[in-house]
């Protein structure tokens, strides 16, 4: 099951949706699998708050998929992209799958992120102005922002988790990442936890590197 990145219209997520399929089909190196594609919400909603339909996506999966659609299901990956890496890492820690697979996952810290923004030191986005409206600035409620966030779930993993970054990644996503590693490491209550760092490579190393696919392949042939 997959999941796709941020964009700034609803009208825009099938779209996204039938991308990230797309690209997940163009590195898995193997034909018997079945993958599901989530068009989540994002335009009328708060970051993060979208976990519910993600969760009511798996909870599908789990437990109406195979008699819906006929089939037998033998083991269930995540997997997902930027805000659908953020995604996939937060629904591990509801529910055990036989692995996730998260590339450049984000955003780390929306205090760090949304702060620039109310500097006037990066373009304003939809995600930050939304927060805003509801929380205020992220000086008179960095609590809120930080529940967000991703660094927020670094802890109770309850599937081995396959991290993927290229350190050529945006310096927002860069500034914050070590400290995410860090912290990830740190978990005392999670499965295994692995991470592929592309020297070099961009935001969607994961399909762009043959570092990133050999990872991607090894890790579900693994489990």
């Not at 989530?38 to 437990?63: F, H, M, R, T």
């Not at 660094?151 to 396959?162: M, Y």
Request: glycine fraction near 8%; charged fraction near 15%; charge should be negative.
């Amino acid at each position: 099951m997959v999941f796709h990145g941020t964009v700034s219209s609803d009208q825009d997520i099938l779209t996204a949706a039938n991308t990230t399929l797309d690209k997940f089909k163009g590195i898995l190196d193997r034909n018997d699998m079945m993958l599901i594609s989530v068009a989540y919400p994002q335009e009328n909603v708060l970051l993060g708050d979208s976990i519910l339909q993600a969760e009511a996506a798996l909870l599908w999966l789990k437990n109406t998929a195979n008699q819906e659609l006929g089939i037998t299901i033998g083991k269930i990956f995540l997997a997902g992209h930027s805000q659908g890496g953020y995604m996939v890492t937060r629904l591990n820690t509801l529910h055990q799958t036989n692995g996730v697979i998260a590339n450049a996952p984000g955003p780390l810290n929306l205090v760090y992120r949304c702060q620039l923004e109310e500097n006037g030191q990066v373009q304003q986005s939809a995600v930050c102005t939304r927060l805003k409206n509801v929380y205020g600035l992220t000086s008179e409620n960095s609590d809120a922002y930080f529940e967000r966030s991703l660094l927020n779930f670094t802890n109770g993993f309850k599937s081995d988790i396959l991290f993927v970054q290229g350190l050529n990644d945006s310096p927002i996503q860069m500034y914050s990442w070590p400290i995410f590693k860090q912290e990830v490491f740190n978990c005392t209550d999670c499965q295994s936890r692995q991470f592929v760092e592309i020297l070099g490579g961009e935001h969607g190393s994961l399909f762009d590197s043959v570092q990133g696919k050999s990872a991607f392949n090894s890790f579900i042939g693994s489990h």
